[in-house]
């Protein structure tokens, strides 16, 4: 059983492409599961095959111990470790040959939580990768691109596992801004020349250092463009998931 965490900001479209890659990949040589690992979430567009809300009532930890929207999410994940053993048992019986696994909206409260890291490997007997979801919204300036490749590049240091880096909803985009998004993720020295322009009209000194220790660590590496409304990336992202999990082999 192969795992992969979908990670990104709040409404980065994680859920949505579990449902749209869990349809994509699905199909009579390849099982999949999906896992919900969102205490809090009210709704979600795919029913999940297992839901950490089985184990830990949100809404109890709110009333008993008096807390807060977030504080109750932290509680609640902190709390689901103690569940690692159960939900592994459910997958078993499944038996898939991956499991998506949504995480929470707010990804910080899995992310940055030392229960993230240890939820992931224990779930998933360190046979997992993470996906990135960089929103498209962060294409619309060189520096939001900049700040979004901070973000996958301290989420890859917190899990230290193979991560494949996608920008999300990018049918969202329009085409010029798509364009020039493609431009930067294919060659550092766009991202770079458009980022040194935008300081420079911004009048303020961040920055080339910065942005050079990015590049040099290979942070931009490869960014797959994602739309779970059209499907595209949905292949390229799966091959990659393979390359990872199995040198390129399904099973
Ligand atoms: N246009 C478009 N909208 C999307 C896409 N993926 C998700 N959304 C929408 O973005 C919002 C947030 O998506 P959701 O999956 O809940 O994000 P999450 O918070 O990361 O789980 C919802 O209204 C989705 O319908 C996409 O690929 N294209
Ligand atoms: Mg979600």
Redesign the pocket.
Known sequence: MKFAFLM?T????????VLSLRDRISSSEVSVATLNLDPGVRWL?YSPDVDVRDYIDYDRLVDDYKLGPNGALIASVDASVNHIREMRDELDKIGADYVLV?TP?QMEIFAYRSAGRGIASALSDGNYCTVF?ADSIFLNRPSDFVSILLLSYSVQARFHAPQINCI??C??LPREIYERGRLWTEDPEFLKDDFMSEQMDLHIEISERVLDALLEMGVLGEFIFT???TGEGLDDLYAQMQRIHSGGEDQ
């Open positions: 990104g709040a409404g980065s479209g994680k859920s949505t492409l567009p949504d909206g979801l999300s909803k049918d969202l739309s779970s409304n």
